[in-house]
Structures are given as structure tokens and as C-alpha cells.
């Protein structure tokens, strides 16, 4: 199963909160952690829940590259084909 | 306003030793004193590494009743405060009890109680907790508040003025006796037993780390694992230690004749107000915590012999440690040796200020400045002088030690060799 | 001498979400007690709390702060800022390292850390949180409130059980005359998940009673000990010529006097420590006994306990020479909240002229000698006002506040 990115806005609200007030929801994949309100315990935070639900454990320097939540998809995507080859 | 504050007598408990000569000891021969943890299963957790001392309560001579009571870090802090008492020489008992205080350290107090008690009330987690008091611990409620580790202290050593813990995560161990400082120095009281402890290792406190990966994960290489400013560090090792010391003032340790350690001369503190674990990279409120305790001191940046560092080896934090010296020293700042005992003795969290002040204080009396084990390559970005591997004799005579902990705390305390002393 | 004025306050209990409703029920005397709601309580020999209902904490606070904060964190967080808000502080037009924060907690973030003990042995180490090393601890207030607001001054945490609250105001004060001109300071506490709960119980001092109007009852004949509750106050305290020079629209009074001292060790036979310490907060405040005009007791509600205090009130003031109250009869003792809680009603006393009473207590034993405010408000001029508090195994904490007028504003030195 590939992790949405609806999946991951769900799993970024249980782990860190709603976004900073102001993002339209449409918009939320492709705005930076930074505007929605995220620093890096909320995305380690995540991340820990990714790895709990999903089985993709996702690297700390990957994943602080990571600027939006589509890329945090993305990466996650690339990590689970990565553990599977 | 002030009056001058000196420290007298010292009680270490650390890793790898009993009392100070072996903790020193230790320090000098750059031994460290890091292994696998031993006090439970470690095979979970990512960090399977810790500095753990070999304390004994009853070879320390605690009674049974008082081992029943008190947790690990009080036990800790309660025989370091007699020890520094008796180093101290002064007759306790010839003192009114109300000039007589005690300020202690400490970041996560009573957890390894806290924990066994847990696991009793809860059946080992199965349940919320068991709805029976027969489960409950009396002294519960000393694990849940832990103000009675200070006062374990002060029915100890017979102080009844101002007592209090002091609990700002890892900078405790500078702030209580920065604490400890103000009030002597206010007159508020004339004595303070002031020092920190932290007994962290414990499954709660090696998940909390681990699940911020503040801790390092190299657990193939436990005596080797904390490396401060080496470019292969990749976090602390969690430590357990307390160091408490008996502060007067000058005046009246040199009426008695007493030995004098080292004089308190500048306390500084600040908050990043940035992050609760995080740091920026430019070192600024450490920085300014720096000035703050240099001003006091009344020393210029060039009189600084030796600096104590916070150095816990995580990636952020010596960087953004040495980016603060710099900013503080000046070019001073690369002629002046700084090194970090958590690379020998781990990072006790709240008691490792303490710890730290009682090697500042055996560095000076001693004129010998421990070094940074485990240091083989520096990272480029940390550009001073680590004093590698190897002791260095140096006449210390001002010492600035620093601190920096979550919650954004930032301290730096002077210490010096009072003047008139082995001059 | 630099002069130290409050400002602002945030005060939060059971009995009232905020300064005016919490002051509005203190002065009726009506009480926020009753069984607890947090778990079903039924099963343990006291039920009764202290618990601050209608408290949504995404109504006051960014929701990303939610995941890493326990409930006593939110409590400070929205306390501090309501103190803020009162002192008409722009925290972003001073200088950050003009401002301070000072906090007081006994018993740490408990509720959120009960959690993270649960999921670590029942799920695995892998899912505690990454908030839980900082959540727990006792200087996570301080840094929450410094971080919200951009102060970044001298900062600390103390835990001095029930002291608490006091000991903060009190080190705020040391930290203004040492420089710097602005200090948020007070203290809050909750641990009303069940570990807390049995831990609380374990203290040996909760009332075992079922009825709220009867559970606590401070210096009563018929007191067995106290109800415990959550909360507690945070507070602006200033210099007082940097609150002037910046215009703060209202100078609650000054933080006149404080002291502490340490109870002997059990059995040593010596007096306790809380007379010497309450003279020398009058002596450090430059005030005589008759120059006090309420005192605001510790109250524990214990009979041993409640007369040793009352000794000591006796001791110093005479018998029955002053009026004495306990408004956290009505709150429940919040712990290192009560103190801070105990000054901002000081301050709302002098403010409004009026002692609040000591809610539910009917009958003090003649011998205790102290003229107790119950059953409804007393009218008095409140010029100068004692709180006094006392932690378990020793601690005693004594501030004295006083009036400011803007007359003696001209003798700042």
C-alpha cells in the first residue's frame, strides 16, 4: 500500500496539531512545513508514526530535506521500494 | 552589593569512581567510563550505551530505612552533600541553622523511582493501575514531587534556611549553584549546600532520548561512544552523577583558614526562546550568558585559562557551542584550551553542571586541564582547541563553564582561584 | 533599592477559568469542588478535586502546540498569556533579554508522562514521543512561556512542593533587582490522571470526604484534610520604574517582602521554621505586624497542621489581631499554583478593597486565636497583605505585598 497524501496530512494533524490558520486545505501538500507551522520534532514525530503504521522507516537526513508534505510522500514511496529491492 | 563566594569542600559521585580523587583521577588519565548499560535489558532501545556509576548505598553507609526511601539521585546527592561537608572542614553545627541552605539540581529528579513504581502499579503496563492501595508505595508521592531530594539534603546537613530544587533540565547542575550564589551573595543565608544529581538510566528516560535521537546509537563501541567535537560523533551517552559542594563567603572560609577550591565569580543565564530542543546555529544567548558571567567575573575575554564545555557530542549542539566562545572570545577563543568530561564521564543531564564544576574546580587547584577523550578528528566547524586525548598542565587560574539544555536554557558560570591564593 | 510592581495577571482554578470569574467566585466563596471526572474515581478513597472544568485548550492555544504539551503546561501557557494581556505587554517591543520567566511546579507534567510510561510497556520504546523529553520536566513551563513570547532573560524552575508559587515570586523579585526589568512568574500544577491521583493519595493529606461543601475545611474543628486541585496563577512583575517609564496601564501593588526558611529535621525538636520566616518577610518588606492588614494562610486543613500555623500567626500578630483568610478553600490547593494563586488575590484584594472569605469552614477551635473571614466578604482597606505557604517535609514560604500608590512613586530610588 502507498502512503496519500491525505495519509500523511491525517498523520502529521495526530502527531503535531492542525497547521498554522490560514492554509486552505487544497493547498496543504504543497505548502512548506515552515508556512504550515512544522519544525522538526513535528516531522520526527511523524515520521515515527509513518514507521508504526506504514513499516517505512524513513532517515533523518531524508527526511529533513523533505520541504512539503507531498515530498514527505514521495519519500516515504521511495523508501518503502528502496526496502523492498 | 555582593559578597564573595568560594567553594569549599566537594562530594563527586561519577562514572568510573568513588568520590573525587578517583574521579579526577579519571579525568586526568582521559579514561572513560561509558559501557553497555547493565541495569536492565537494553536490546529495544537505540541507544544501549550509558555511563552508570558503581554506587553502593550501603557501602556508602546510607541506612536501611533511607535506601527503602529515597530514590537513586537523592541517595546520590544525600552522600555527595557529606562528603563536600566533611571536605569543607566547617563545623556545621557551630552555625544558626537558619543562615544554613541548600539549593540542588536536578532534570528528571526521582524517574528511576518512578518508573519501578510504574511498572508495580500498573502490572508491568498490563493495566492502567491496579485499583488497590496495597500496591502503593508510601513514599509515592515523594517520587511524584520531587522536592524531597533537597530536603533529604538539608535533614543531612542540618539547614533550615532557603531550600529548594532547582530544575531547568540540563543547565540545573550551573543554575542551582548560580542559585546558591545570589543568595549568599544577597545575604539571605551564609552557608549553601548547592549541587545537582540525575540518576537517568532508566527505560523511560533512554526512550525519551532515543526517541529524539539526542542519544548515540554506536552501541558496538560503548567506551567510545561519546565524542564530543569529533566529526564522527552522533549524539550523548546518558549518564548518571551528582557533585555537591559547600559555598561560603571568602571572608569566612579565610577566617577559618579553609581551603578554598575556587571563588564563584560570574553567573550568567539566558533562554534562546527559539526551540525546545533545538539551537541556533550562532551560539547568540549563549554568547551573551558568556558576557553576562565575564562582566560580572569583571575579566576581560583574554583572562579565560580554560574552558569547561557543555560538549555533549550531538551534531547541533557543539557546533552551535563553539559558534557561541567565538562570539564571546573573540580571537581569545582559539588560544584557549575547552574540553568536554562527557566524552569520559557521559551527560548526567541536570547533575552534569555540577560535575562539571567540581572538574573546574580540581583543574584549578590542580593546574591540570582534563581533556576531550574519543577526539581523533574535530569537525571542521569546531575550530578551537579540544585538548585531545591527553591531560595538559596549564596554570588554571579563571575557568568559564558553560551549559546549554532543552527548554532553551543557556548558562555560563566564572570560577577562579580567589586572588591572594598560591600566589 | 529597585521596586518591584505587578501588572498583570492570569489566574486559572476550579472555581473560576481566568481572573475575573475566578475572583467574582472567590469573593462569593463559592467553591469549584467536586468528585473527579477525569476516571472513575469510585474506587479510591478520596474522590474529590479541585478540577477546572469548560477548559478547551484549543479555544486558547496554536493547536500545534497541543501534541507536545501536558494539561498544566497549557494551563501556564494561557495563564501566561492572559498575564501579558492584563499588563498590557508587547512582548515583541522590548528588548528579549529584558524579560524573564520564573516558574514554579511540583509535580511536572504528569498526566502526559503517564501516557508515555503506558505506551512504552505496552507498546515498545518505538512509540514514546518525541515531546515526552521535554513535556515531563519541571522547566518546561519556563521554556514553553519563554519560547511563546521571545524572552529570553535569566529563566528558572523551582520545585518546593506547595511553596512553590512563592519561592517563584520570590526569585522573580531577586531576578528584577539584579537587572532585569520584566519577569512572568508564578506557578501551576495538575495530576489528575489516576497514577497522579494514587501518588497524591500517597501524600498522606487528601481529605477522605464525599461532600464538597465539607471536604476541605482550613482551621476548621472538623478539618481532615485538603481537596486538591489544578491550576494556579502567572503574573507580571516589573521594576517599577520600567512599568512607568512604558506606561503599564495598572500597577497592581509591589511585591514588598519575601522569605523563606526550612522546617528542622523530624525529631530534632527544634521550632519550625514558619515564624522566623514570616518576620523575616515583614522585616525584608520594612513593615511592622500592625502594619498588616490581611493574611493569606496556607491552610492545609489539617488539624496538627492548622494549629501550628495558627501559633505561629498568633506568635507574631497576637491573638486574633489580624484577619486571616484562605480563598484555596474555594480552589482546592493547586500545589505550586497556590501561592501564585494566594498573591494574585492579595493583589485583587488590595485592588477592590475586600478580604475574601474562607469558603465551607464554620467553626475554628477557640485556642487557634485567629480571626478566620468566613461565610461571606469582609469590607476592609487592604493596604498590606501576608501569603504565606508551606510545602510538605519543610518548606515556608512567606511575600509580603503592599499598595502602590502613585504618591510613592516619587521615592523610587
Redesign the interface.
Known amino acids: 500500500m502507498n502512503i496519500t497524501v491525505d495519509e500523511i496530512r491525517r498523520i502529521i494533524i495526530?502527531?503535531?496539531?492542525?497547521?498554522?490558520a490560514g492554509v486552505v486545505e487544497a493547498d496543504f501538500a504543497d505548502t512548506s512545513f515552515d508556512d504550515l507551522?512544522?519544525?522538526?520534532?513535528?516531522l520526527?514525530?511523524t515520521a515515527?508514526a509513518i514507521?508504526?503504521e506504514f513499516g517505512v522507516s524513513v532517515p533523518?537526513d531524508l527526511l529533513f530535506e523533505a520541504r512539503t508534505p507531498r515530498d514527505l510522500a514521495e519519500l516515504v514511496r521511495s523508501a518503502k521500494e528502496a526496502a523492498a529491492a | 552589593m555582593s559578597r564573595r563566594v568560594v567553594i569549599t569542600g566537594i562530594g563527586v559521585r561519577a562514572p568510573g569512581g568513588r568520590g573525587t580523587k578517583e574521579f579526577w583521577d579519571l579525568l586526568t588519565a582521559g579514561r572513560t567510563a561509558t559501557r553497555r548499560i547493565s541495569f536492565f535489558d537494553p536490546s529495544p532501545y537505540r541507544s544501549q550505551i550509558a555511563g552508570e556509576a558503581d554506587f553502593d548505598p550501603v557501602w556508602e553507609g546510607l541506612s536501611q530505612r533511607e535506601i527503602r526511601r529515597m530514590d537513586r539521585a537523592t541517595q546520590f546527592a544525600v552522600v555527595c552533600a557529606q562528603e563536600a561537608v566533611q571536605d569543607s572542614g566547617l563545623d556545621f553545627a557551630g552555625i544558626d541553622p537558619a543562615r544554613i541552605g541548600v539549593t540542588l539540581g536536578s532534570a528528571v529528579a526521582a524517574a528511576t523511582s518512578l518508573e519501578r513504581e510504574y511498572l508495580v502499579l500498573s502490572d508491568s503496563g498490563r493495566n492502567w493501575l491496579v485499583d488497590s492501595e496495597e500496591w502503593l508505595s508510601p513514599h509515592m508521592f515523594d517520587y511524584l514531587a520531587p522536592s524531597v531530594m533537597p530536603a533529604e539534603v538539608a535533614w543531612k546537613v542540618g539547614a533550615e534556611g532557603p531550600v529548594s530544587l532547582v530544575s531547568n533540565g540540563c543547565t540545573s547542575g550551573l543554575d542551582a549553584v548560580g542559585h546558591a550564589l545570589q543568595l549568599i551573595q544577597e545575604g539571605s543565608a551564609d552557608v549553601i549546600v548547592a549541587g545537582a544529581t540525575d540518576t537517568p538510566i532508566t527505560p523511560i528516560v533512554v526512550a525519551c532520548f532515543d526517541a529524539i535521537k539526542a542519544t548515540t546509537a554506536r552501541n558496538d563501541e560503548p567506551e567510545t561512544a561519546s565524542r564530543p567535537f569529533d566529526r564522527s560523533r552522533t549524539g550523548f551517552v546518558l549518564a548518571e552523577g551528582a557533585a555537591v559542594f559547600v559555598l561560603e563567603t571568602l571572608e569566612s572560609a579565610r577566617r577559618r583558614g579553609a581551603p578554598i577550591y575556587a571563588e564563584v565569580t560570574g553567573y550568567g543565564t539566558r533562554c534562546n526562546a527559539y526551540h525546545m530542543t533545538g539551537l541556533k546555529p550562532d551560539g547568540r544567548e549563549m554568547a551573551e550568558a558568556i558576557r553576562v558571567a565575564m562582566n560580572q567575573a569583571r575579566i576581560d575575554p583574554t583572562a579565560v585559562d580554560y574552558i569547561n564545555a557543555h560538549g555533549s557530542g550531538t551534531k547541533q549542539n557543539d557546533r552551535h557551542e563553539t559558534a557561541a566562545v567565538k562570539r564571546a572570545l573573540g580571537d581569545h577563543a582559539y588560544r584557549t584550551p575547552v574540553s568536554s568530561i562527557k566524552s569520559m564521564v557521559g551527560h548526567s543531564l541536570g547533575a552534569i553542571g555540577s560535575v562539571e564544576i567540581a572538574a573546574c574546580a580540581l583543574a584549578i587547584k590542580n593546574g591540570v586541564v582534563p581533556p576531550t577523550a574519543n577526539l581523533h578528528e574535530a569537525d571542521p566547524e569546531c575550530d578551537l582547541d579540544y585538548v585531545p586525548l591527553t591531560a595538559r598542565e596549564r596554570d588554571v587560574r579563571t575557568v568559564l563553564t558553560v551549559g546549554s539544555g532543552f527548554g532553551g536554557f543557556q548558562t555560563a558560570m566564572v570560577l577562579q582561584r580567589p586572588t591572594g591564593e598560591r600566589e | 533599592m529597585t521596586r518591584t510592581v505587578v501588572t498583570g495577571i492570569g489566574a486559572l482554578a476550579a472555581n473560576g477559568l481566568g481572573t475575573q470569574e475566578y475572583w467574582a467566585a472567590t469573593r462569593e466563596g463559592r467553591h469549584g469542588l467536586g468528585e473527579l471526572t477525569r476516571f472513575d474515581v469510585r474506587t479510591y478513597p478520596a474522590t474529590l478535586a479541585g478540577e477546572i472544568r469548560g477548559f478547551d485548550a484549543a479555544d486558547h492555544l496554536p493547536d500545534r502546540l497541543l501534541p507536545q504539551t501536558d494539561v498544566s503546561t497549557r494551563y501556564a501557557l494561557v495563564a501566561a498569556g492572559w498575564a501579558l494581556e492584563d499588563a498590557k505587554v508587547d512582548p515583541a517591543s522590548l528588548v528579549d533579554y529584558d524579560m524573564g520567566v520564573v516558574t514554579a511546579n511540583a509535580l511536572g507534567g504528569f498526566e502526559f508522562t503517564h501516557r508515555e510510561f503506558h505506551k512504552l510497556w505496552t507498546e515498545g520504546p518505538q512509540t514514546v514521543s518525541v515531546y515526552e523529553s521535554f513535556a515531563w520536566f519541571y522547566a518546561v513551563n519556563a521554556g514553553q512561556i519563554s519560547i511563546r513570547h521571545g524572552m529570553r532573560g535569566p529563566s528558572s524552575a523551582l520545585v518546593t512542593e506547595q511553596a512553590g508559587g512563592l519561592d517563584a515570586v520570590g526569585h522573580a523579585r531577586r531576578t528584577v533587582r539584579r537587572g532585569t526589568p520584566l519577569v512572568v512568574a508564578g506557578g501551576v500544577d495538575s495530576a489528575l490522571d489516576p497514577w497522579g491521583w494514587a501518588s497524591q493519595i500517597a501524600g498522606g493529606r487528601l481529605s477522605t470526604g464525599t461532600d464538597p461543601d465539607r471536604a476541605y475545611l482550613p482551621f476548621d474543628r472538623d478539618a481532615g484534610g485538603y481537596v486538591p486541585g489544578e491550576g494556579g496563577a502567572l503574573l507580571v512583575l516589573e521594576d517599577a520604574e520600567a512599568a512607568l517609564r512604558r506606561g503599564a496601564p495598572d500597577i497592581l501593588g509591589e511585591i514588598a517582602g519575601y522569605a523563606s526558611g526550612f522546617d528542622p529535621a523530624p525529631g530534632s525538636g527544634r521550632p519550625p521554621a514558619l515564624r522566623r520566616t514570616i518576620e523575616a518577610a515583614l522585616a525584608d518588606a520594612g513593615v511592622t505586624a500592625g502594619q498588616v492588614d490581611v493574611v493569606f494562610a496556607d491552610a492545609v486543613g489539617l488539624p496538627e497542621l492548622d494549629r501550628a500555623e495558627a501559633a505561629a500567626l498568633r506568635e507574631v500578630f497576637g491573638t486574633g489581631a489580624v484577619p486571616v483568610t484562605a480563598p484555596k478553600a474555594a480552589s482546592g490547593r493547586t500545589y505550586a499554583g497556590g501561592g501564585a494563586l494566594d498573591v494574585a488575590t492579595a493583589l485583587l484584594s488590595i485592588r477592590d478593597g475586600v478580604i475574601p472569605p474562607t469558603a465551607g469552614t464554620h467553626e475554628v477551635p477557640a485556642e487557634y486565636g485567629i480571626d478566620l473571614v468566613r461565610d461571606r466578604a469582609r469590607d476592609a482597606d487592604v493596604r498590606t497583605a501576608l501569603v504565606v505557604a508551606r510545602g510538605l517535609w519543610g518548606f515556608n514560604s512567606a511575600v509580603v505585598v503592599r499598595a502602590w500608590d502613585a504618591d510613592t512613586a516619587n521615592d523610587l530610588s
Not at chain 1, 495526530?14 to 498554522?20: F, I, K, N, Q, T
Open positions: 495526530a502527531s503535531a496539531g492542525a497547521p498554522e507551522g512544522y519544525e522538526s520534532l513535528a520526527m514525530e515515527s514507521e508504526r533523518d
